[in-house]
């Protein structure tokens, strides 16, 4: 009956969180954008219900499980098969270019001021797949007060900086004559978010559109070594954050593996095995892009336009920088290997 009741309260913040991304759903579908920015805007504009007793809980829950489970659910979109298909080369240079982004964030995150918690989240953004990877990372890092106001300046920066991508860089590609291979290589492993690799790949034509895919999902492939990576090194950041108050009582240990990261790993060998049909494939990819939406819409609700403007520009300089960076070397990669 406990259980039950929960699930009640839940329901006004969740229920709104779901509407919210069913908005921003028929808006991008009716005029075109990025689904999750309008998602975030939609909840920040009713910021003011976040903080009322009876969407409050609703609103935690969809921002933190809601979220996990759909960031499980992507590894329903990955086989083994085509990871091997890209060959070494590409698999390096893809594993290659995710690492330094990684060692840019730490370095310029720390010129900059900001924490390496912080610098993690957003390289592990610009570096694997933008939003979603912002997410995946903040759900184990350390929580401060600040925690997701700043995951949010990062998955509407990353969210941006991937659309202006997936209309330069076809540009690029064409006005260098790439072939689809390379062509793929370069979408695949620079821009941020899945749907904008697509958008960009088949603009130019079908097999580049279908070797930035795979590219692509190989980087997202990444996300359970860089999450796991993260959890393991902030594991005693966490457990601090997660004391307890009351003197005598015992904080739960964090988890160095989370749950929704076993779903990841799960849904990869079941969709390598062949045990999930092309029709449960795309089921499970719409279900945890939905997941995902509501996470964002209810991450809105809980956040304000002033308080996201407090973080300042330092963040926005640290993803721009290393978008910048990725390009430049995984272009040059691809001027290697032409």
């Known amino acids: 009956m406990t259980g039950l009741a929960q699930g009640f309260r839940h329901l006004p913040g969740l229920g709104l969180a779901a509407l919210l991304a069913a908005a921003a759903t028929g808006v991008a579908a009716l005029h075109g954008g990025p689904q999750m ?23 935690d829950f969809a921002s933190r499980t809601v979220l996990r489970l759909g960031v499980g659910l992507l590894g329903a979109r990955i086989t083994a098969t085509q ?13 290659l270019a995710v690492l330094s982004t990684l060692a840019v964030a730490l370095w310029l995150g720390r010129k900059l001021g900001l924490s390496d918690a912080q610098n993690v989240l957003a390289g592990g953004a610009v570096a694997i797949c933008g939003a979603s990877a912002a ?3 903040a759900a184990v890092l ?25 209309v330069l860089y076809p540009l690029v590609v064409r006005l260098l004559g790439l072939p689809p291979a390379l062509a793929g290589l370069f979408l695949g492993g620079t821009i941020h978010d899945v749907a904008q690799v697509v958008g960009a790949g088949y603009t130019i034509n079908p097999a580049t559109g279908d070797a930035a895919t795979v590219v692509k999902l190989f980087r997202v ?3 359970t070594l860089v999450v796991a990576g993260t959890a393991y090194v902030f594991r005693h950041d966490r ?4 004391l307890p108050a009351a003197a005598g009582e015992r904080a739960e240990k964090p988890s160095l593996l989370p749950w929704f990261l076993w779903l990841f790993i799960a849904m990869v060998l079941l969709n390598s095995t062949g045990m999930l ?21 209810a991450l809105g609700i809980k956040t304000s336009f002033k308080q996201l403007a407090r973080l300042g520009w330092q963040p926005v300089k640290l ?7 990725l390009a430049v070397f995984v272009l040059a990669a691809v001027l290697c290997l032409r």
């Open 37 to 59: 920015l309008y998602a975030l805007f939609f909840g920040m504009s009713l910021n003011h219900l976040g903080r009322s007793g009876r969407a409050a809980a609703g609103v």
């Open 83 to 95: 990871i091997v298909a890209l060959g070494w080369q590409t698999a390096a240079v893809v594993v």
């Open 135 to 137: 997410l995946a990372i």
């Open 142 to 166: 350390p929580r401060h007060k600040d925690s997701e106001r700043f995951t949010l300046v990062v998955v509407v920066t990353v969210t941006l900086l991937s659309t202006v991508a997936m």
């Open 221 to 223: 492939t990444l996300l």
């Open 239 to 242: 457990l601090a954050a997660a």
């Open 277 to 297: 049909s092309a029709a449960v494939q795309q089921g499970l990819g719409h279900l945890s892009r939905a997941c995902l939406v509501v996470a964002i819409a």
């Open 319 to 325: 993803i721009a920088a290393e978008t910048l960076w």
